[in-house]
């Protein structure tokens, strides 16, 4: 099996003597699954169980928790979360890392993702009829994930029944998936992939060719090798839904003349999980209004917010994408104009102001908005767990 990890959506894919390279479906009969768990009374919940108690039970409910793996306690990302989700976060001095606190319960974030990745590996036992074990696997990771974040996605696997056969950068899975569906000559060709998730932007630049066997003439394979990348750990698709976030909060105390909304862990999952909603509609629309149902002390919102105030309230994170792009095409190896085309992946390049920036750097006609980049890293991972089993 291969396992693409993300801090919003896990997607696994299958291979067995009797299953080619295939996308495993959940319980929901879904191509891709939430990274959430909701642990109640003793009783683990995952995916949509888990995500509707996000709102009810929010400090029992630990989402996106790939921002946390490998952190110690002064760590951005763990400020981040913990502002976020108002969820406690202790030291754990006997690992120099942290340890998540919930009600009188304490879990390490291994611990946690472990829960995840066993109900990744129940879905492809379903898939396999359980006539063959599933218990090996590629997982995939940022290519900036250092030793100690790798090991502890190692650890977690392993706590899950995973034996790893490898970790795989996400960007190289992506590039590897498209590879394997084109010809290329001996000459190689480059490829920007431009890879905005819910929690952290990469961009790699990749050269592709085909290596000819002299064996078998008519065969030849791609090699893919990745020359130059650049990063930013926080800049992602939940660092946008925080400014909207906190836009909606600002808005309602205006309106209702409420303090310390901060404080109320229900009020924040609510207006979280609706602003994740509101941030999709203007992508395409210029205004939209969340209506909001006793929210507090019994009263109701309508909160109308437009397009423009979102890209507003974001110029800083727009600021930073235009850093990582300015950086990473003024160190590459080639000159920009030999780049074919920069490959879209994850949902944060769906939002039109961020393929802005991306045009004013490489040029409309060079976005390539052609390719599945939501099955890109599980797919090509799947190739690599295919070539190691």
């Known amino acids: 099996m291969a396992v693409d990890y993300g801090s919003e959506w896990y997607k696994v894919s299958l291979i067995t003597p009797k299953i080619p390279l295939e996308l495993v479906l959940n319980e929901e009969s879904q ?123 190692v650890n977690a696997a392993e706590i899950a029944g995973i034996k790893v056969l490898s970790v795989m950068n996400e960007d190289t899975a992506a590039a590897v998936n498209f590879a394997m569906t084109r010809n290329f000559e001996s000459q190689p060709k480059y490829f920007v992939f431009f890879d905005m998730g819910a929690g952290s932007t990469t961009v790699t630049l990749f050269s592709m060719k085909s290596i000819f066997n002299p064996d078998e003439k008519s065969k030849k394979s791609p090699e893919v090798e990745a020359i130059d990348f650049y990063y930013d750990r926080t800049l992602g698709g939940l660092a946008f839904d925080r400014e909207l976030q906190l836009l909606v909060v600002d808005k309602i105390k205006k309106s209702a003349k409420v303090d310390n909304i901060e404080k109320d862990s229900r009020v924040m999952a609510k207006i979280l999980t609706k602003v994740r909603k509101a941030k999709e509609i203007l992508s395409a629309n210029t205004e939209t209004t969340i209506y909001f149902d ?92 295919a070539s190691l089993s």
């Not at 942290?98 to 990745?117: A, N």
């Not at 129940?122 to 090996?136: H, R, T």
């Not at 750097?361 to 599980?378: C, P, R, T």
Request: hydrophobic share 40%.
């Open 294 to 385: 006793s929210l507090i002390n019994d009263q109701d919102f309508n909160i109308k917010i437009t397009r423009e105030e979102f890209e507003k309230v974001s110029e800083n994170l727009l600021k930073r994408i235009d850093n990582v792009l300015t950086k990473f095409f003024k160190n590459i190896k080639i000159p920009k104009d030999l780049v074919e085309s920069i490959i879209l992946v994850g949902g944060g390049t769906r939002v039109p102001m961020v393929q802005n920036i991306l045009k004013k750097h490489i040029g409309e006609n060079k976005l390539a908005n052609y390719v599945n980049s939501d099955e890109a890293v599980v797919m090509g991972s799947g190739f690599e767990a």
């Open 31 to 153: 191509r891709k699954t939430r990274s959430i768990i909701s642990i109640v009374d003793n009783v683990r919940m995952f995916s949509n169980d888990a995500v509707s108690k996000f709102t009810k039970t929010p400090q029992q409910t630990f989402d996106y928790l790939k921002l946390l793996v490998g952190k110690k306690i002064d760590d951005e990302e763990v400020k981040f979360y913990k502002n976020l989700f108002n969820i406690e976060i202790i030291e754990d001095k006997s690992r120099n890392s942290i340890l998540i606190k919930s009600e009188d319960e304490t879990y390490t974030v291994e611990e946690l993702i472990s829960y995840q990745l066993s109900k990744a590996k129940l879905i492809a036992d379903n898939m396999s009829g359980k006539l063959y074990p599933v218990d090996k696997g590629v997982i995939t990771v940022p290519r900036f994930f250092n030793q100690y974040e790798r090991l502890s996605i």
